[in-house]
């Protein structure tokens, strides 16, 4: 397994492999999640490259920046095991080098829910996927479902510029007890971890009365809000159900869609989500 | 030569080129200056491809992309005789469907001189040679230095964003009497026609000052505009004297610089330029 620390590295590898090339982009501090997605690129693909880096473009001033968890060399561990080719770990400077001022925007779809309590998240999010897509030129990229408007803005960069790129959206792993596989649970305290699974828990009994039948949005929000309320401890950032394709909330659940919400436990905020027939 | 209006023959063909692949974006309506950088990718490259687009996200909401010339047919015989694989002349809804909303934006450096006179103009450009590079995929892409600041955007738009695309700039082609060629010359009555080497005259007696040692920027920028002044059918809009690297004003011309100007002549707007010690 290579690990790269320069653009200049990865493109020599590049220019010498041979067919498929998968690629998992990631934040580190990986956990089965990350490696479910490894798997996936190592099963269709060739050679699998996976990138660490916490990318500073897509933290609010306010945000976890500073304390988001990093540990390259149990990263690198873990990968080692998951027969990765080339690990891509760049400091922050050899992606945006003084000077550095290309922003790549998707639009409103990347201005709601995430988008709103996030300003400026996705439009990072879509510069650095777009650069680490130029660096890698993989043929393939995975990404998690946990972070679903997260996929739908990148499919939406991904078809716009015509990056030839197909992006693979993995199913979301989930704890024992529901909670979605994700880097800041290491933030939660004890107690906020007891109450975590209730986001899943809110958002499984939508989806069931959506299985029933139910298209009323409102009735869907109104049922994962009903169960996150029964936790003094969560704060309820937004609940959403929105058209799969654009992002927008809906009145009628007659397309695919996607039921999402993001809650604050303490100082952590969390995110979780469920498709309604999305394929 | 084949002459493809979708992205799909783009990527069937390019799937199966082997060897470079030199890449030519313009908006038709050849001239001289055109083939020249036609040429240049013929003699540097295995495979030739020229994009037709006039593409509407650069030009401002009053500006001359509805009377913008084009001719179709004259462009492909022009082309056919300089031996081209492949023409891209796509429908605008090729490019941009319903429901397209990402741009590209190279920041600042684009927000200067084109880019304050016509707002917006770059973002549209970067978005669109990102687009066209995605599908064409060339190894080198060539550009005219007539377009100074546009040269200059691009290569930091593939700079910042690590787009494995070589950037060639070819200097302008003239006119007998130093006119730059352009698609927009056509726009010119015969007496305006007559007035426009006023621009180049202009340039070249400040390029004539600076290769006699003179560095103070504004002394240049006011030979231009002198010259400039003698002609009452031309109405400024800039004169420029710009660090290279970041479009910014000089007062000292202690780096390689960019001589550049916009001026009008009746409802058709001209730009021209000289390079001041860049290589």
Same mark, same amino acid.
């Given at each position: 397994m290579l690990v790269a620390e320069r653009i200049e590295q990865v493109r020599a590898w590049r220019g010498h492999v041979e067919g498929s090339v998968g690629f998992v982009p990631t934040m580190g501090y990986l956990h089965v999640g990350h490696l479910e997605l490894v798997r996936r690129a190592r099963r269709e693909n060739d050679a699998v490259v996976v990138s660490i880096f916490v990318n500073p $473009?897509?933290?609010? &001033?306010?945000?976890d920046f500073a304390r988001y968890p990093r540990d390259l060399q149990r990263d690198l561990r873990l990968l080692q095991g998951e027969r990765v080719n080339l690990v891509f770990a760049p400091e922050i400077a050899e992606i945006y080098p003084p000077g550095f001022t290309t922003q790549v925007d998707v639009g409103p779809i990347g201005e709601r829910l995430e988008g709103a309590s996030r300003p400026g998240h996705f439009r990072g999010v879509a510069t650095v996927v777009t650069k680490l897509f130029m660096i890698v030129q993989p043929h393939r990229a995975y990404f998690g479902w946990k972070d679903a408007q997260q996929v739908v803005v990148i499919r939406k960069l991904v078809a716009d510029l015509a990056i030839p790129v197909e992006i693979v959206a993995v199913p979301t792993v989930r704890e024992p007890d529901g909670l979605a596989c994700s880097s800041?649970?290491?933030? $939660?305290s004890p107690e906020e971890r007891r109450v975590a699974p209730a986001l899943y828990a809110a958002l499984a009994r939508a989806r069931a009365l959506w299985q029933e039948g139910e298209r009323d949005a409102e009735r869907l929000r109104q049922a994962v809000r009903a169960r996150l309320?029964?936790? &003094? $401890?969560l704060r309820v950032d937004y609940v959403s159900v929105a058209d799969a394709a654009t992002m927008e909330e809906l009145v009628v659940v007659d397309r695919p869609a996607i039921l999402s919400l993001a809650a604050w436990l303490g100082t952590t905020r969390l995110i979780d989500s469920e498709l309604l027939g999305v394929e």
């Open positions: $473009l897509q933290f609010g &001033p306010h945000e800041r649970n290491v933030y $939660l309320a029964d936790e &003094p $401890l």
